[in-house]
């Protein structure tokens, strides 16, 4: 595809998401100035024309970020700003969500590199048009909205965060894995990673769902076996111990419900304490939105743990929350 430049890209977000969105544009000092909004929809204008290594910027406030083509009064009028473009994705902001529109008619998962279009809906006569370029921890669904469903049997919507940062990040887990998790009751996270037939750590006092102890077993397991299990340090986080842990853990993982800077210092001791973790996979729960603007310093937190691979993404399932991203 020839070079494509643009005098505007627009960024897809969580409705009530584009103060922060703005903030976090201006943080990182990109030289972007916001211009139209709507709910869900942000443009941004610059002193020189948007090209595709433009759009290679992390901002964990855009679920989607496109190169405009313009805006257009029917869907179809849209499409064809895209040219020959083989995916085009659809998505439209209805029942106060940005949302993916899974309607057939979208051409499978992008490729690395691969050129994707957007058409989106803000109103009955109002459709934008964009592209971007698929990349590495960027997801390949329609407005970056999977549409997960949660089982009816997950005990929280854990699950849904699990599940929807995996598909946003392309993260694969085996039974190779050993998953420790803070703060793990009653266990929506852990029945997603058992459903995976991934081996699960599990540090919290508190009672966990029946369904999870199904997997459940009374000591520690040092060993691989061809099925998962679930083992429940029923110890609050401050308390566990190198030995609690055991040999082999490969990731950390956390939904706890306190601060950034909290999370991260036990991820920091959990790190010391198992130095075969080579993923971290984290929920930050934000009292406000803005505090994404401190993004820096936790990506410093963890660099200092080792990890070289570092990404923030705001999650759809709940809109103050994010998933963090740490691999070495």
């Known amino acids: ?86 995916i085009i994705h659809h998505a439209r902001f209805a029942d106060r969500k940005m949302q993916g529109v899974c309607d057939g008619k979208t051409s499978g998962k992008p490729q690395l590199g691969e050129v994707v279009g957007t058409v989106v809906e803000l109103g009955d006569s109002e459709f934008w048009a964009g592209l971007h370029r698929h990349a590495p921890f960027l997801s390949p669904d329609p407005a970056g909205d999977a549409g997960i469903l949660m ?37 929506g996270v852990v029945l997603a990673l058992i459903n995976r037939g991934v081996p699960v750590i599990g540090v919290d006092p508190a009672k966990m769902a029946e369904v999870v102890l199904a997997s459940a077993i009374a000591e520690r397991q040092d060993v691989l076996t061809d099925s998962s299990w679930f083992f429940q340090c029923r110890k609050p986080a401050a308390l566990t111990s190198k030995r609690d842990l055991g040999l082999g853990v490969t990731w950390f993982m956390s939904d706890m419900n306190q601060s950034p800077e909290v999370v991260l210092k036990e991820c920091a001791r959990f790190c010391k304490m198992a130095p075969s973790i080579r993923g971290v996979l984290i929920t930050l ?24 691979t570092i990404r923030l993404q705001q999650l759809s399932v709940h809109h103050k929350e994010f998933a963090l991203l740490a691999l070495r």
């Open 1 to 86: 595809m020839k070079p494509v430049e643009s005098e505007f890209v627009f960024a897809l977000t969580n409705p009530g998401s584009e103060k922060a969105l703005k903030l976090e544009v201006e943080t990182m000092k990109l030289g972007w100035r916001p211009g139209y909004q709507r709910r869900g929809f942000v443009t941004f204008k610059a002193d020189k024309p948007f090209s595709f290594d433009s759009l290679d910027v992390e901002i964990a406030t855009a679920r989607r970020l496109c190169l405009s083509l313009g805006k257009a009064t029917t869907r179809e009028a849209g499409v064809a700003l895209l040219g020959e473009t083989r």
């Open 151 to 187: 089982p009816a049997e997950s005990p929280s919507r854990a699950w849904l965060k699990l599940e929807e940062a995996a598909r946003f990040f392309d993260l694969e887990f085996t039974r190779k894995d050993i998953v420790v998790e803070l703060g793990c009751a009653p266990g």
């Open 285 to 308: 729960k934000l009292t406000d939105l803005l505090q994404v603007a401190d993004k820096s310093q936790w990506f410093a937190s963890l660099a200092e743990m080792g990890f070289k």
